[in-house]
């Protein structure tokens, strides 16, 4: 069974940096590409980037370029969220989400809630 | 980027109602699309993958159709446990993008 289980909740001040994780079990993790969605506050799905693991490939929406860096670790399964410097605007839930047949997510993580608050 | 246009943002329903949503694309992408139904506090879950194939263990009351840039996402007879709100999602073209999200009420 396909699993992903993300990091748990974090609470950081803006200007903190932060690495947020995914790891992914039951299938094979470097095969398939592995996405990021955001979702602030009462408001929509928005889709990040992608990574695909086997080579590290990654795409970026560029609404997040420059803002985020998507990585992924082969030998743990697991890809990462992160940030340098945090603002409050950062604040949100962050899915994570792959897919074993198509480009289309199957599989999402539980959410990994991030507030930022002075 | 293409843009992926949502609607109606909500809708107020009963339960056994036909109720249908819509999202257009900005340019074609075939039947690169898919349906999410996300209920509070949990993460969204896939119903529909090229744009009509239903995703197994989906009640047969969902349904979605089109392809290039009008697609559509039909329930057939409301249920209480469909009242959520659902997004669409084209992975034709980098970036992928979701429509703005259709929340179904009472």
């Known amino acids: 069974e396909v699993q992903l289980v993300q990091s748990g909740a974090e609470v950081k001040k803006p200007g903190e940096s932060l690495k947020i994780s995914c790891k992914g079990s039951g299938y094979s993790f470097i095969s398939y590409w592995i996405g990021w969605v955001r979702q602030m506050p009462g408001k929509g799905l928005e889709w990040m980037g992608i990574?695909?693991?086997?080579?590290?490939?990654?795409r970026y929406s560029p609404s997040f370029q420059g803002q985020v860096t998507i990585s992924a670790d082969k030998s743990t399964s697991t890809a990462y969220l992160q940030w340098s410097s945090l603002k409050a605007s950062d604040t949100a839930m962050y899915y994570c989400?792959?897919?074993?047949?198509?480009?289309?997510?199957?599989?999402w993580g539980q959410g990994t809630l991030v507030t930022v608050s002075s | 980027d293409i843009q992926m246009t949502q609607s109606p943002s909500s809708l107020s329903a009963s339960v056994g109602d036909r109720v249908t949503i819509t999202c257009r694309a900005s340019?074609?992408?075939?039947?690169?699309l898919g349906w999410y139904q996300q209920k509070p506090g949990k993460a969204p879950k896939r119903l529909i993958y090229a744009a009509s194939s239903l995703q197994s263990g989906v009640p047969s009351r969902f349904s979605g159709s089109g392809s290039g840039t009008e697609f559509t996402l039909t329930i057939s007879s409301l249920q209480p446990e469909d009242f959520a709100t659902y997004y669409c999602?084209?992975?034709?073209?980098?970036?992928?993008?979701f429509g703005g999200g259709t929340k179904v009420e009472i």
């Open positions: 999602l084209q992975h034709n073209t980098y970036p992928f993008t």
């Open positions: 989400a792959t897919s074993t047949e198509s480009p289309l997510p199957s599989h």
């Open positions: 340019q074609d992408i075939r039947n690169d």
């Open positions: 990574i695909y693991p086997g080579d590290s490939d990654t």
